[in-house]
């Protein structure tokens, strides 16, 4: 079973930063595309950002671009967040999830940010950007 934990959140000043993690259990993390999703009170949850399986191309939300990086490390089975220049409203619940639905071949050259495709999530770590 595809176990994902996400660990780092925190409370933090505006401007401030914070790096979340992403673990995998019971799987290889490289087969799979890696997203980071948030969900803030009375929104729906939305796409932050995703990496390839192979580490390929990133993809970012318009507004965490510059300021957000999303990198993995395979050997350690582990995606990172590294949240910069943090904004108040980037409060949320931020989750992890593995692209379950994209073929290997094709999610090593890239991810998507669709919320359909990913099939396992982890259970989330709050992030409150405030002074």
């Known amino acids: 079973q595809l176990q994902l934990v996400e660990s780092g959140g925190g409370l933090v000043q505006p401007g401030g930063s914070l790096r979340l993690s992403c673990a995998a259990s019971?799987?290889?993390?490289?087969?799979?595309?890696i997203g980071w999703f948030r969900q803030a009170p009375g929104k729906e949850r939305e796409g932050v950002s995703c990496i390839g399986s192979r580490g390929g191309r990133a993809n970012y939300a318009d507004s965490v671009k510059g300021r957000f990086t999303i990198s993995r490390d395979n050997a350690k089975n582990t995606v990172y967040l590294q949240m910069n220049s943090l904004k108040p409203e980037d409060t949320a619940v931020y989750y992890c999830a593995a692209d379950t639905s994209t073929s290997w071949s094709t999610s090593q050259a890239m991810c998507f940010m669709r919320l359909s495709l990913f099939g396992s999530w982890g259970q989330g770590t709050q992030v409150t950007v405030s002074s």
């Open positions: 019971g799987f290889t993390l490289d087969y799979y595309a």
